[in-house]
């Protein structure tokens, strides 16, 4: 279990993905929604795009210690447009002129968000977000985009409320 609050788990998220887009010369994308990922896929900027995008959560119950908590979503589209091109899906497998192939920076970012370790107070250990799966993103419309979607969870506990009588 992550004991830490959600906008500081995002924020751990975003430095990891701010140094790999950085590094490999991408575009770092914050979502307010996940229409608004389909919005900025849509703009279709030429080039490698990452975004990230907090997708809600579920009630965890009672956790360790009595605590109560919620599994959050977590979405990275990792998106590689090449623009107009006689072959669209030329980038999905091979790397090209200075660019690495779509799947390889899947691959990356997966490993870079699965090696972010938050300490858990209940056994002082390191804990990594969930790896819950990975996805070709599709237009509502059905038509496959030239990106991927990487979903995580993370469980996170929450404060101990104050209680208090309605007045």
Do not use: H
């Not at 795009?49 to 977590?74: K, P, T």
């Not at 938050?118 to 599709?138: H, K, N, Q």
């Amino acid at each position: 279990m992550i004991s830490c609050s959600l906008d500081e788990m995002l924020a751990l998220f975003r430095a990891r993905l701010e140094t790999w887009t950085r590094n490999n010369r991408a575009l770092l994308s914050i979502a307010k929604d996940p229409w608004n990922a389909l919005e900025m896929l849509a703009e279709a900027p030429a080039g490698l795009r990452v975004i990230l995008n907090w997708s809600g959560d579920a009630a965890a119950g009672n956790l360790d210690g009595g605590e109560f908590g919620s599994v959050n979503n977590v979405e990275v589209i990792v998106s590689y447009n090449l623009g107009l091109t006689a072959k669209p899906d030329a980038a999905l497998l091979s790397a090209q002129p200075n660019r690495p192939a779509l799947l390889r920076c899947v691959s990356e970012i997966r490993e870079c968000i699965l090696s972010l370790g938050v300490e858990d107070e209940a056994s002082d250990e390191l804990v990594s977000p969930g790896y819950v799966g990975c996805e070709p993103v599709i237009t509502p419309e059905g038509i496959p985009l030239a990106a991927f979607r990487l979903r995580f969870t993370f469980v996170a506990a929450f404060p101990d409320y104050d209680i208090s009588v309605a007045e």
